[in-house]
């Protein structure tokens, strides 16, 4: 999940992005590839259960024996990747200052009061409908600032008491890092995580919840969520002429539909706003010098943690996908009933077409019908909303597909397409998710089988990345023109709008995605790790 689909054996495959050396040596090699090759995992969520503040890195050599983190210069026969929250940083020791210099929603954590407002989880106090049952499992517990009992009147210099106390959550698994093993068959991974779960234990790392990383492609090599649709088409494609270059050996040139600076994705890069994407940094002593870690080129005196980095926003997505199928299946009854002489075309599948986006081959939807595949014979990725629909008739406003990736769909004029198509690539995140859970029958019927996604995606800008993404595209109830309606895919129960000539149909949807858990990782880079690991 979260690659592009991988084409038939003996045809062509487009090219792909790669990184320049050094900087393919120092980065997690999960940025690049995602492991496309390795077909399934275990994701392993650890708690430092040591006694104090501190118990130090130690526990990353024995890590390193049995699952060594794999970086990006090649394809390697199993992968591992290694994540840290905020406050498994803390718990083993990284300096104050260090810590002080993430940005601020890593230092707060996806827990954060306002933070969970803005991704639609929680408000007054309640979790929402898109939360599972009784709350989040899991999270960093990240500890909030509590009472903000005064402010200071610019004027009068009087304090006043604010009368918020910032709200403390707590969830039953706490969750200081994140491993991710890659592997071959689930017989080969079930083992290594026993191997990986067994050599942590000495050290008080204890592995509090795992979950199953599946791709499953069909027999064209086209991964699917389980709702049964094409995934991980959309990617970002990262530029920069001193780090990328296609696996072509070709210079990484902007792609004009999907092209994005690597300071969006990798710290110490060029980001959208024309300035090096800002990481954390570490006191420049002997041994964040014997790590390898660069001197930051802006803060004298310290060294550089963040290069070749990443945050990395990871949310466990439970699927329903009974009461998906059930509720298009509902609403293409109600429709024809109500209209049998324009509603012959309305199907279960047309209307969850309409859902997402695509077919479940992965193919836009437009005015005409499908776009038809490109010369790799994969769903084409290459287009824009404005010029081909840009009242949504084919692929409608509110879809999952269009409020993922506007691209220039929002566009008022075509004077702005560039503009908006610029603007909405500054909001790009690179999706490294994958499903778990067992593949439901079809028809789909309960079989009591917890699935879902496990949600990774990686940025360097938190705020203007992913959240934006979350607030201001998927859950705005004013999307495109839209009134009261939200992502019909991922967002709460309510109404979708389907434009058609000269009808518009009005559908009613459910909640069929719940977050079950989640927060604000650190991807580091290689050097970055071995520093973690001399604490």
């Known amino acids: 999940m979260d690659q592009r689909p991988v084409s038939e054996p003996g045809r062509a495959k487009p090219p792909s992005w790669r990184l320049k050396a050094p900087h393919d040596a120092t980065t997690q090699g999960l940025v690049v590839s995602g492991f496309a090759s390795l077909p399934t995992g275990r994701a392993l ?11 130090g890195g130690a526990w990353l050599e024995a890590l390193r024996m049995v699952a060594p983190v794999t970086n990006a210069d090649g394809r390697e026969a199993r992968a591992t990747g290694i994540a840290f929250a905020h406050t498994g940083l803390e718990k083993m020791g990284l300096p104050r200052a260090a810590l002080d210099s993430f940005a601020a929603p890593f230092r707060e954590g996806m827990f954060q009061e306002d933070r969970l407002r803005r991704l639609g989880d929680r408000r007054n106090g309640e979790w929402l409908g898109t939360v ?64 990986v779960e067994k050599a942590l234990k000495p050290h008080d790392v204890k592995v509090v919840h795992r979950l199953p990383l599946d791709l499953r492609p069909d027999e064209k090599g086209t991964a699917r969520e389980h709702f049964g649709f094409a995934d991980g088409i959309s990617q970002p494609i990262p530029f920069d002429d001193d780090a990328v270059v296609l696996s072509t050996g070709a210079p990484a040139v902007r792609d004009y539909w999907n092209g994005v600076p690597l300071g969006e994705i990798l710290f110490g890069h060029t980001n959208g706003h024309h300035e090096d994407a800002p990481g954390p940094v570490v006191r420049d002593d002997d041994k964040s010098r014997a790590a390898g870690l660069p001197p930051h080129p802006l803060a004298e005196g310290y060294l550089d943690l963040g290069l070749d980095g990443s945050y990395m926003v990871v949310r466990e997505l439970k699927q329903d996908v009974v009461a998906f199928w059930q509720s298009m299946r509902d609403n293409a009854t109600r429709i024809r009933q109500r209209d049998p002489e324009h509603s012959g075309h309305v199907t279960t599948t047309w209307l969850a077409e309409r859902t997402v986006g695509r077919n479940t081959k992965g193919d836009l939807l437009c005015p005409a019908g499908y776009l038809p595949p490109n010369a790799y014979d994969q769903p084409e990725n290459d287009f824009g ?46 999706r490294r998710g994958r499903k778990y859970g067992s593949t439901i029958s079809v028809p ?26 979350q607030q201001t595209w998927l859950l705005n109830p004013n999307f495109a023109t839209l009134f009261d309606e939200t992502d019909p895919l991922v967002g709460p129960k309510g ?41």
């Open 444 to 469: 789909p019927k309960e079989d009591g089988v917890d699935r879902g996604l496990l949600f990774i995606c990686l940025n360097t800008d938190i705020a203007r990345q992913f959240e934006f993404v």
């Open 132 to 195: 599972i049952e009784g709350g989040p499992k899991w999270s960093a517990n990240t500890k909030q600032r509590g009472a903000l009992e005064s402010v200071e009147d610019d004027q009068s210099r009087a304090k006043t008491s604010t009368g918020h106390r910032e709200e403390q959550i707590a969830t039953p698994i706490t969750v200081h890092a994140l491993v991710l093993l890659y592997d071959t068959d689930e017989a080969s991974a079930e083992t290594w995580a026993e191997q």
């Open 495 to 535: 109404t979708m709008t389907i434009r058609e000539e000269p009808l518009r149909r009005i559908v009613d949807v459910e909640t069929f995605v719940q977050m079950a858990g989640g927060d604000y990782f650190f991807l580091p880079s290689m050097p970055a790790l071995r520093y973690l690991a001399s604490l």
């Open 45 to 55: 969520f650890l708690e430092f259960t040591w006694k104090g503040k501190s118990g």
């Open 385 to 430: 909303f404005h010029d081909r629909d840009v009242h949504g008739v084919g692929c409608p406003a509110g879809s999952h597909v269009r409020r993922s990736n506007p691209r220039d769909g929002l566009a008022p004029t075509p004077g702005e397409k560039q503009t908006l198509l610029d603007a909405a690539n500054n909001h790009r995140i690179l």
